[in-house]
């Protein structure tokens, strides 16, 4: 196994989109923090429509801890519903609110 498969092996990456009344209550900052604090890179981004979107890339356990917060969101969000999409990591590094 090469280096680069252990380490695809070791890295997920997940794309998500928040809908619901998620923009305006801090979601973004948030999540920022969170996936700082479990060292997950990535970003988050208000979209045109209403919606958030964000990429989160880390072990699989802190990915899935993010994507848990995102379904509920800080107080004042009202999530709808959540689209995950499986991504091939990209080796990101830090996470940034765009």
Do not use: C, K, Y
Request: glycine share 10%; aromatic share 10%.
């Amino acid at each position: 196994m090469q280096a680069r498969d252990r380490w695809s092996a070791a890295v997920i990456r997940r794309r998500v989109v928040v809908r619901g009344r998620v923009q305006g209550v801090f979601f973004r900052d948030a999540t920022r923090r969170l996936a700082q604090q479990h060292g997950v890179a990535g970003w988050i981004a208000n979209r045109w429509d209403g919606a958030v979107e964000a990429v989160f890339e880390g072990g699989e356990e802190a990915v899935d801890r993010l994507i848990r917060f995102v379904h509920e969101g800080p107080r004042g969000a009202e999530v709808e519903r959540v689209e995950i999409f499986d991504e091939e990591p990209q080796a990101l590094a830090g996470f940034s609110v765009r």
